[in-house]
Structures are given as C-alpha cells and as structure tokens.
C-alpha cells in the first residue's frame, strides 16, 4: 500500500502502515504546486517550433506507470476539510526514483525530490515509532485491568503517563513532517508521455499544418485597426471604467461572439459532450487542487477580498470540481462536458509581450471541453480532443499548425499538452488559439476523484460483497473556443480590400443569417 | 452658479463664488451613499401591491426642478482622479428645501439635509473668506513691488507672511469642508416623478396586467424539482466547488439560456439599441458613481482582494461608464445600448428571504438596457424600455404584471422605478423578473456625463472665440432585458407538462436548434 488518505473527525487513527491521517488543524495550508500555466497564457512563440535534434533521448517513464500502481484509499465520508492533501503515491515515487529525477529535469521543475524521499522516509520511521509506542501504551492499558498492588498500579499509571506524552510529542512532529513532505511533494509535476520531445518551447514537435498563409493583394490591417473602423470594440471606456487590458465588444463583435459560442457548443455536443455553464466564483481549494496557484507574487488568478474563493482562469477548474471527492460509476466513463464560461487573469508579469488588442485581456468567454475518463484511455481521448479542435478550425477556414509540446512548456498537471497555432496576418505571425492536455491522475489525485472498476465482484465469507479498489479517473482539458483570440483570427484573416469582413459559413446561421461586415456609414 | 467641479493638478484656483475645487489630496475618499438597491436584489412582495388609499396625498417636487437649475461647469480636461465628487447642485438642493425634505422623507432615506444645508453655508463662508484673504495677500504683493524703505518693506513681507499662513489654514479647512459636504450631501437620493405612488413596497401602484395565471389539472412542480427530474442544473456539486447559491446550468438549461441571451439580444437589437459585452471587473469608484456601495458590511459588491476593482452586481455599471467623465454630442442621443454580461452578488442579508434554486443566485446572466438622453425625454424612454419589456415578456407567453413602485421601495439614484413580477406556478407567487428605472441626472451628475445642447451657437466673443451653450446633463435609464435564471423559473414552472416535459415558447426554438421541448431522458 502506497498511500491512505483518511479523515477523521476528531481522533487520529492509525489503522495501518503507511496511513496518512489528514490532520484536524485548522492552521492554513501553504501551498506551493509549481503552478499550471493556464492555457493561452504563454506563448510568444514568434519562431515556428523546430523539430528536436535527435528524436527523442530520454523518455521519462511513463504515467501508466503510476496508474499501475496501487490505488490509493480514501474515507467515502465526507467531512470538513480544514486543509486538503494530494493523494500523492509516495511508495511509487520512492520506487521510481530515477525516472521522476529525469522528469524533474526535463520538465525545469525546481521540485526537490532528494527532499520528499528524506521526508517520506523520516515520516516513515516515526509512524513506525508511533505505532510502537501506541503499542506500550496499550498494554500498559491492559495490564491495569487487573488487581493490582498500589505500588503496582502507581507505577503503570507513571508509565501510561510517561507514554502518552511521548505520543502526543511523536503524532504532532508526524503532523507537522506529513505537512512538510505533502508541501514538497505536491511540487512534483506529472510523469510525461513518452512521444514527449525533451526541450525548451522550441524543442516543441509539429504534428499536423492545415491549410497556408491567405495572401493578401492589399495591406492588411490588424483586427484593432479592423475593430476600429467597424465599431466593434472599445478599450479606450474599458481603460477607464476597468483598466488596461479590459474592452468592451459592440455591434457586430457581439453577435460574433454569440454565434462562436453558440455554434461550437453546438458542434461539441455532436459528439456526445454535456453542456454546462459553471460557477466562475470557486473556492481557492479548488483552483489549487487542479494545479494552478490561486496566491502569491505573479500569480493569474484574482481573489475575491475577506473571503476563500477566486474567479476562475477556466471552465476547467469548475468542471474538474464538479465530481469531486465522490466515486464515479465505471460505466458513466467516460464523462465528456463542454463548458461555456468567462474568464479572468490578471496576467501579472505579461507586460511587454505580445499584449496587442484582443490577443491578451484580462476577462474572455471561452468553451471548454473536459473529459473523466479510464486511465487506460486518456490517451485516445487525447487525440479525439485535438481532432475535434482541428475539425472546428478547419471549418471556420482557419491556416494552422498543432505541436506536440515539449517538457519545458508543460504546465505541472499536464502529462502531453497539444497546442494549435493559428495563423493571424494583421499581427503576422501564428497565435495560439487553443491548447488541449492529458493531465492523467495528477488533479484526480488532488480533487479526490476515482471510479471502481466493475470486475466481478466477490463475495467474502461474511456475505459482504468486496468490490474492486477504485481507481483514479484521468482528466483531459481542451479549448474549443477562446473568444477574443478567435476573433483576432476571424477579423484579420477574412478582411476584405473594401474594408468589411467576410463572416465564415458555419457562423452564419447564428447570427441571423449576416454574411459579412461592412463599415458602418456615419 | 450652482456649483463648479474643477479639477486642477497641483494648485487650487478659486476662480468665482461657489467654485468647488477638487483637493488634489489622495486621503480616500469616504463614500456612504444610500446604496442602490441592485435589481432583483429585494422583492420579497408575497402580498400584491395595493393602490395608495388616496390617489397621490403628497408630491415630491419634480426632477425637472433640478434640471432646470443652472449647469454645472466642469473642466473638460481628464486629469488624475485620485477621488471622485459629485457634481451635486447645491444651491438648488439650498432653494428647493422643503421639497428636498419631504423627499427624503417619502423615500425612507437617511440622508441629513440640515447638516448639509449647515455644511453648505458654512463652506460658503470660508470660501468668501479665502477669497478676501487672497485679495488682501494680493495687495500686500502689489505695494511690495514699488520702491520701499526696509522697515516698510520689512513690515510687509510680515504682513503677507501671516496672510499666507493664514490661507493656508482656511484653504485646508474649505477642503475637508467640502469633503464632509460631499460626503453628506451623496446621501440625499434622487427626486421622485411626481406620479409614484408615496409609501412602502405595499403602495406599489399596478400599472398593467397581462395574462391570467395558467391552470394545470396536474400537480404542478417547481422549478428545482423539474430540473432534477431533467437533469438541468447541478446545485450540489456547485456548494462543493464555490458555496451555497451557486449552480451549473446542465443539458438543455444551457441552450435555453443561449436562446433567451440571443433571442433578446436580437429583440432589443431591432430597436436600434446597439449590443455590447461588457468588462465584469470595474474600479470600485465607478460602481460609486452609479449608486451601489462596493464597501462595507452587508455590501452586495464582491470585490478583488488588492485592488481598487470589484465585480460588476449588473451591466447597467460598466455601461454607465462607457462615457464616463466626456461630453457626447446632442446629435448622438438617444444613445441606447443591451448589453449582455455575467452579474455577480453577494447576496449578503438575504439569508431567510426566498431563495430557492435559481431565484436568487450569487451568479448569473443578465441581457441589460440602458439609455442616455436629453433630460426632456426621459420619461419617454422610460415608456419605451417598459413596453420593450412587457413585449418580451407577452411573446414568451408569461403572465404578468407591472407595477409603479412606491417611493419606499426606489433605490437612491431613481427617479421611478417599473418592476415587473411574473407568476411561478411551482413557487406559487409572482416574482420580480425585470425592473426599468430612470435615473434622470443622478448618475449623470456623479459619472460625469453631458451633451452640449444644438442651440445655433449664438454669442460671438470679441476674440472670436465662439462662445457654445453650457453643457447639460445627460439622463440615464436602465432596464433588464432578460435575467436569466428567473427567466428560467418561468419558462419551467409554467410550461410544465403532466408527462414531465417542458414546452419551449415558440420564439426561442429557432435559438436552439429548433426543439420544442424538453424531455426527460431515458437512463
């Protein structure tokens, strides 16, 4: 047994070796993940990826490993959560050291590996010496039962005494030691897939090209230039009324954005996902637990003041929340939503890149797909999402390329992450548009969701039937469509000599039927 | 002049009498305005309002008294506002006294007119003061200009010394002065249309009724249960993820909601109203401005811990702004904007109240109108925007009524308020879905925002310059277009079928898909 995660109301019990008692404290728990890059929020990739020099040297174990490994258990009792723990398989990281050392590497992780085994084994020596002392305790406990000598009893009493402050000294160090090797731990990103290229963001390989550059036999202009002349947006009032970085979208942008959302829910529902809109005020908890990082210097995510909850950056952390803690039946796998919401980042540290127009803001709609599903099958799932990416921007007329991004642009939580760079000619250079990744367990270890595989059950001598250990769902997060940077691809790709903008077939009929727009005359 | 708001960078100019200077200190402004009750936010009205037992007893003045009162001059040059002030009309609020009392009154407001009258004056006083003392400072400059002997001159570089410390401490008293004024006077709401009725939310007058509430031979459901049954929104999992009054929309919820955004857009659209998506995180000073309080306790205001912005409670704030602190032209009005946008609030206060399921949520979406115009034709818009509303509301086959609420119920910037209330079978009342106030200049006079009337520019001064008519301020009216999710209370709890399904109203379809019901699915 790797790792149990228990909640126990008000007693810490230790059933077992290698049990996890989440501590009752309600001290705040300091959170220190190596955050998730949310998806759109990096990339200025000016220079097209290169291929890796060499195929592929190393390729880090791969995560079905750590599926492999034993599932983990935890209480089905819902009860308070002070603080929450990952149920971080610590045995197999002991075990795979080497392999999560190169992955560290590869990934430009400043997890510290060396120190969660050191922790890990501390913490198992003293459970160890817990669980002994507990041991004394009892019997000293037992031997009082008895009749006894006063002398006698005088002396276990001491000897209880004696034993219990040793215990209670020992169970705390254990907290805070569990404390300390979950901080370091939680640290450690995902395992990679082994097609993964090793390197920085140029390392990163191309996987597929759909259409080339529209040539243009007039100068082209970009979609503020575009924007401005066709009234569609305003970030001059935004700039006063919000700030920098803020816009309002009019006239036709509206219905654009309407008629984005309303078709490509309508396409991704095609295809068997649920539609959702989703809370974008969630609890910082959640937002961590998906793997981004709610506090701190830089971080993306705006807070809500004298309170515990956040906006979201993405429909991904609502509905990565929305089984959580539960076990899901095996044969409503794979669960696939299709989430529309707005956005927000307060993209602390983008100053100076490409932050032009649309391209960087601090609120946008986004739908977003999202699937639980078996772990052996994350990896099919995987390729249907960027399918499903590719068939949308295919339709709208769209010249992109997808790349296979290398360990030193994923995000902690992400196992593969494909990305799809569209081109934009007013900006004149490709812009990544969408992003879709196979986190594997690393946020259904964190929000606590698993399904129990159906193999017949079998039933114990006492009649009670013994159903499988459940096992940790994979999650799979992917953009449908970012808004605001569709629009930069729509206004400036499809922009016409006489200075309208031809809107694309599909969109058509969700916007009543208006083939393009033309400058409005004054 | 009433009262002159003018912003100037490091120095203070007292140009004429009754001249407010903005203190370029960076103290924070204290803002304790009546909060504006945000729509939707109160409406707990189980009984149906009656009419006031007599017709209308008393009348506050009309508002147009205080349009008719002397413009406010304020610069036009945009300069760092390290706080905001109100260009409030003192000296009509000082000659109408009695019916500014009375208002106060009627509306149930905590504003302190003798305080601020008191404060008025005395500021009135300093100020003369400070004028005096500079003109003396000036004077004792002039005479040093000349030849002089020392001791002469020695005498009045004495005499200006205490003059100028003098001034100095007067001009620092007329600042916090006005500050307490300011403060004060926010507090005093808006005038009330001379028609509405006077008293609390039961004086609420009906002004029209549409429909009969629909028979079912069938136990009906409310909304929450036909939603479980439908598998329409998930209540549970969102007070794991984000607390208690929040929700996923599931299923065909979610295209019921895209309908009703598109199809209202497409509506209000087809009224020469221009759509806009709008920032959902503002500054804290705007939502000041148009009358709802970000700060303190029992705030509606969620606001974004280390900064000075906060989330939007509805879009009628962000559209406010979009021409905050500018001077549109005549030609432009009516502007008349429908904005669609995500509403966040924080419900604080309204535990106990009706709350169940998506009747009063900490999120939702909300399709808004909200016009600028010329004073004389406020009122007429606010027709528009009601008849707007009650179109909507016909065409979705809703029974309803519209009501003219009573001063007691009108939050501090409306002038008058229409609230309509639609019938919920499964609740079994009728509840508030849509509210169309005007504004007048209350949050005109506070954002900022005036056209300069067409007037054939008439003076020409001996420089040549052309002398243009004093801008006015604009008037401001909003109203829902669509609230969503009590929308969805509607079209649920009275389309509801015996067989469980739930019919789509005919306008909708062609928004999603073209289905005409809802039906349970088969598991």
């Known amino acids: ?20 008692p989440i501590s009752p404290s309600s001290s705040r728990f300091i959170f220190r993940t190596t955050p998730q890059t949310l998806n759109l929020a990096l990339f200025s990739r000016h220079t097209p990826p290169k291929a890796p020099p060499f195929s592929v040297l190393i390729r880090a174990l791969s995560a079905q490993a750590v599926a492999a490994a034993p599932a983990a258990e935890i209480s089905d009792n819902k009860v308070v959560k002070p603080q929450w723990k990952a149920a971080i398989d610590f045995k197999w990281i002991r075990d795979n050291k080497e392999a999560v050392a190169n992955n560290i590497k590869n990934r430009n992780s400043n ?73 370091e731990a939680q640290c450690i990103p995902n395992m990679t897939h082994p097609d993964v290229p090793i390197g920085g963001e140029d390392s990163s390989k191309l996987r597929n090209v759909v259409g080339s550059p529209l040539s243009f036999d007039f100068p082209v202009k970009d979609h503020l230039q575009i924007g401005k002349e066709l009234d569609l947006f305003d970030f001059d009032a935004a700039a006063e009324v919000s700030g920098s970085k803020f816009y309002y979208l009019k006239n036709e942008a509206v219905m654009l954005e309407i008629a984005l959302v309303n078709w490509t829910l309508t396409e991704v529902m095609k295809k068997s996902f649920t539609p959702l809109t989703t809370p974008e005020i969630v609890r910082s908890s959640v937002v961590e637990k998906c793997g981004f990082q709610p506090r701190g210097e830089n971080t993306q995510v705006y807070s809500i003041e004298d309170s515990d909850q956040c906006l979201i950056g993405t429909a991904e ?131 606590g969701i698993r399904y129990r595989p159906s193999e017949s059950p079998t039933t114990s001598k006492k009649g009670k039937t013994n159903q499988a250990t459940p096992k940790f769902v994979h999650t799979l997060n992917a953009t449908a469509c970012a808004v605001p940077r569709m629009l930069v691809c729509l206004l400036e790709n499809f922009q016409q000599e006489d200075g309208s903008v031809i809107i694309p077939k599909p969109l058509r009929p969700f916007m009543g039927g208006i083939e393009a727009i033309y400058p409005k005359s004054r």
């Open 1 to 20: 047994m790797a790792l149990q995660c228990r909640l126990s109301g008000a007693t810490i019990q230790s059933l077992k070796m290698a049990t996890i």
């Open 111 to 183: 997890a510290k590996l060396e120190l969660v085994l050191e922790l890990y084994d501390k913490m198992l020596n003293i459970q160890k010496e817990v669980e002994r002392l507990r041991g004394e305790r009892n019997n000293v406990a037992n031997k009082m039962k008895g009749k006894l000598e006063p002398s006698e009893r005088q002396k276990l009493v001491e000897e209880g005494k004696n034993l219990k402050e040793g215990l209670t000294t020992l169970e705390e160090d254990l907290i805070n030691l569990r404390d300390e090797l979950q901080l």
């Open 317 to 447: 952390i609502p509905v990565g929340g929305i089984h959580m803690d539960s076990i899901v039946s095996e044969s409503s796998l794979p669960l696939k939503y299709v989430a529309f919401s707005h956005c927000f980042r307060t993209e602390a540290g983008a100053a100076g890149t490409a932050t032009r127009g649309l391209y960087r803001v601090h609120q946008f709609s986004k739908v977003e797909m999202f699937i639980l599903c078996k772990q052996e099958e994350s990896d099919m799932y995987h390729d249907e999402l960027i399918k499903i990416e590719e068939d949308l921007f295919s339709s709208l007329g769209l010249h992109y390329k997808t790349l296979d991004m290398a360990t030193g642009d994923l995000g902690a939580p992400a196992y593969r992450k494909f990305d799809v760079e569209a081109w934009m000619p007013g900006l004149g250079r490709y812009g990544e548009i969408s992003s879709a990744s196979n986190c594997t367990d690393y946020q259904s270890r964190r929000l």
